[in-house]
């Protein structure tokens, strides 16, 4: 039997086998290859080459705009050409040109995730992702047009009015906190790569070559895009992205109520006050002029010196109403209630005792029951379904909310 070489050998099992370079390239020449290697993993991966556009994948204009600039370019050309088995540098990207052309260059080497080198040379490139950062901008970029998206637009619509009304929070998805791939399941919200990620489907558990358990996840993003990524991917994203997030379920439980359940630890009191004040603005509007704010002392001592402190209008107030907190953060409370009566925030400018001129922000121009109304939404977790309607001095609800 003849003995076969090595790169016989190799070439019977399949190996491709890259032509000895001959002599050695600069750091440059590296950086070049590099780059254009991302590229033809991306033709690889999608059967095309990567396209400009808004409704793209960053990571795909990003690549864009790099092959731009290797068509452009004689040298990267005459050093790519050789290894440009897809033909992407011959190809025709006369259409795209000009998206490229468009940014100026800070703009084109931010796309490009690369850092200027101190010349004013685009070519001069001093930073080139580490074999983790790519490993995790594939993750990210694999992905496709979500087909149905109409059955998912609703629910990221719900779950950004749940977090702007703090129904929802955002924590980080760290390791030391027990987040781990068992914690991944479907209904769940993430934020990663700066777009919501909401797991749609958790397909059949198998065996990852490591023998722990993983499963193929079907992902949809904020964007209209989804992907079919592994759990294990996921999780290894989330955790490699500073900015990844988990999106907390809506807040379990009674926010606050009147009645304290046995293990309900009391967190405080909303309280709703009228003035007194004489001021001709306060005056004409009592009846539904109502300072709210949230407390976790006694309110009749918070309101003890009113009438030297401008926050109460520099008069005595009257207190119509409190609500009983169990188990809630205050200070998120008062501010959610004051951003959702936002629109009917009484803007006024009293002079305090040392001749100052002060604007209290507390005081609202809203009538009693649409205070009680709101209260019940928040209690019920229903608040981010309404807005309130100054013009109507009323609780209005969201088309489809």
């Known amino acids: 039997m003849v003995e076969q070489s090595d790169l016989e050998l190799l070439a019977e099992l399949g190996v491709e086998i890259e032509p000895e370079r001959k002599g050695s390239r600069t750091a440059r020449e590296e950086r070049i290859i590099a780059g254009f290697e991302d590229i033809q993993r991306f033709y690889e991966q999608h059967g095309r080459a990567p396209r400009h556009g808004e409704g793209n994948d960053i990571f795909e204009r990003m690549y864009a705009v790099r092959l731009d600039r290797l068509r452009e370019q004689e040298e990267c050309r005459a050093l790519l050409l050789p290894m440009d088995r897809q033909e992407l540098l011959s190809s025709d990207g006369a259409a795209d040109a000009g998206a490229a052309k468009a940014m100026d260059d800070d703009a084109l080497l931010a796309a490009l995730g690369v850092e200027a080198g101190g010349e004013d040379d685009l070519s001069n490139l001093r930073h080139v992702r580490s074999v983790a950062e790519k490993r995790a901008a594939e993750e990210i970029a694999n992905r496709t047009k979500c087909d149905d998206f109409d059955r998912f637009k609703a629910l990221f619509v719900q779950v950004q009015k749940e977090l702007d009304a703090g129904i929802r929070q955002t924590r980080p998805f760290v390791k030391d906190a027990g987040f781990l791939k068992a914690d991944i399941q479907a209904g769940q919200f993430f934020v990663l790569g700066g777009q919501t990620a909401y797991v749609a489907e958790i397909g059949k558990p198998i065996k990852a070559p490591n023998g722990e358990t993983d499963a193929r996840l079907r ?163 229903t608040i981010a379904n309404f807005t309130y309607d100054p013009s109507r001095a009323k609780l209005v609800a969201h088309e489809g909310g």
């Open 219 to 381: 992902v949809i993003y904020s964007n209209g895009t989804e992907s079919d990524l592994l759990l294990r991917s996921l999780q290894r994203a989330l955790y490699k992205d500073d900015a990844g997030r988990r999106i907390s379920e809506p807040s379990a439980g009674p926010l606050f109520d009147n009645v304290q359940a046995e293990g309900d630890t009391e967190s405080g009191t909303i309280y709703v006050l009228r003035s007194k004040s004489d001021h001709p603005v306060v005056a004409s509007h009592r009846e539904v002029l109502h300072k709210i704010g949230v407390t976790g002392g006694s309110v009749e001592q918070r309101v003890a010196n009113a009438k030297l402190d401008p926050t109460y209008l520099l008069a005595e107030v009257e207190v119509v109403a409190t609500y009983k907190l169990c188990n809630i953060n205050r200070s998120r409370l008062e501010h959610l209630i004051h951003r959702f009566f936002e629109p009917a925030r009484l803007k006024i400018e009293i002079t305090d005792r040392f001749g100052h001129p002060v604007s209290p922000k507390e005081w609202f121009l809203v009538p009693r029951f649409a205070i009680d109304e709101a209260v019940d939404r928040i209690r019920d977790g």
